[in-house]
C-alpha cells in the first residue's frame, strides 16, 4: 500500500541500502538462520528441529483457487456480506485447529464508496479514515486486486495443511472492512496468526519487500504489550521463508536493510489482541517489482513463502 493512505503515515526518508549482499547479511538472523536449516535438510517439509520451519505444499496452478491466467478477468462476485469470508472445513493436517485470519489490504469497491471509507474511526490512539483505495501499478494493476489473489492462493495452501482459515473480505462487500474492524475480525476469531497483505507505492527504484511488526503501544482502546513478542516472532519468520521462496530481497528504502520495520501508527496493528503482521510485498510503482506484482507465477510464490512463515510460527 501506499505510504500516503490513512493507515500508513508518510515515513521518514532513510540512507539507501548498499548492494544487494548487504541487505540479504542484514536481514533476521533468526529468519535467514531457519532458511539455511530449510536448505541443508533438503524442504523435506517437516519440522526442522531447533528452527521449527515446516513446508508448505504448493498447488498447482490448476488447483490454486485464483486463476494464475493475469488476462482473465475475476468471476462475478457474491453477494455483498458485512461478515468475514469463513473457510471451508479444515483438512486433517498438522495445522488442524489453528485458526488463521487473512486480511487483503483494501476492497476492489472502495473507490466507489469515498465518503464511507474516509470516514474517521477509533485506532486506539487517535483517529484516521476508515481504509484507502490503495495503490496500483503504473498499468493499472489494483493493490486491491494483487492482495485478494495472493490471500486466495494461501487459503489454499493453509486449508491443505489443516488450518481453518478466514478472510477479512473477499471482495464480497461493497466497501472496507475498516481499519478497526479488520482488527476486530482477528481478535474474534481467537486467530492463531493475522497477516495482512499489501503492496507499496513508492518512488521508482525503491524495490523489496518488508513485514511490518506493532510496537509495543498502550493507550486509549489501544494495548499491544501482549503481542509484541509472538508478532516479532512471526514477522521473522515470514520474511525468512519470504526471501527463501520468492528470492526477494528486502527493501532498500525502508527498514534499514532487514526487511523488518515496527510501527505505532497503524489500527490494523494497534487494536490487535493477536499475533499479527502486515507485509508489503513490492513496490507497485518500480517497473522491475511491477512485473513481479502482476506475475501469476510470482504471485505464487509470494503465497508460498508468507505461508511457510506462518507454519512455521504456528508450529513453534
Not at 16 to 33: D, F, H, K, S, T
Amino acid at each position: 500500500m501506499s505510504y500516503v493512505g490513512p493507515d500508513f503515515e508518510p515515513p521518514q526518508p532513510r540512507r539507501r541500502r548498499g548492494p544487494l549482499a548487504v541487505a540479504l547479511a542484514a536481514l533476521v538472523p533468526g529468519a535467514l538462520l531457519g532458511w539455511l536449516v530449510y536448505e541443508t535438510v533438503g524442504g523435506s517439509g517437516s519440522d526442522d528441529g531447533a528452527s521449527g520451519r515446516a513446508t508448505v505444499r504448493s498447488s498447482s496452478p490448476a488447483a490454486s483457487s485464483t486463476p494464475s491466467d493475469d488476462a482473465k478477468e475475476p468471476s462475478a462476485s457474491p453477494k455483498p456480506s458485512d461478515t468475514p469470508s469463513a473457510s471451508a472445513p479444515a483438512a486433517t493436517g498438522p495445522l488442524k485447529g489453528k485458526v488463521v485470519v487473512i486480511d487483503p489490504g483494501h476492497n476492489p469497491g472502495n473507490f466507489r464508496h469515498a465518503s464511507e471509507i474516509n470516514r474517521k474511526v477509533n485506532i486506539g490512539t487517535n483517529s484516521k479514515e476508515c481504509d484507502t483505495t490503495g495503490t496500483s501499478t503504473n498499468d493499472g494493476y489494483t493493490e486491491a486486486k494483487f492482495t485478494l489473489d495472493v490471500a486466495h492462493r494461501m487459503r489454499t495452501l493453509l486449508q491443505e495443511q489443516g488450518a481453518t482459515v478466514k478472510l477479512t473480505q473477499d471482495g464480497d462487500r461493497p466497501f472496507g472492512p475498516c481499519v478497526d474492524e479488520r482488527a476486530r475480525i482477528g481478535n474474534q476469531a481467537k486467530a492463531d496468526a493475522v497477516v495482512s497483505i499489501h503492496a507499496d507505492g513508492s518512488g521508482a527504484g525503491n524495490r523489496g519487500f518488508h513485514v511490518i511488526l506493532p510496537g509495543a503501544v498502550h493507550a486509549g482502546a489501544a494495548d499491544t504489550r501482549a503481542i509484541v513478542g509472538p508478532s516479532r516472532d512471526l514477522g521473522e519468520r515470514v520474511a525468512g521463508r519470504f526471501v527463501a521462496v520468492t528470492g526477494s530481497a528486502p527493501s532498500n528504502y525502508i527498514g534499514d536493510g532487514g526487511g523488518l520495520v515496527t510501527r505505532k501508527d497503524l489500527g490494523g496493528l494497534n487494536l490487535s489482541t493477536v499475533p499479527k503482521v502486515f507485509i508489503e510485498c513490492g513496490n507497485m510503482r518500480d517497473s522491475k517489482d511491477a512485473a513481479l506484482l502482476t506475475s501469476g507465477a510470482w504471485r505464487q510464490k509470494a503465497a508460498q513463502g508468507i505461508s511457510e512463515g506462518i507454519v512455521s510460527f504456528l508450529r513453534g
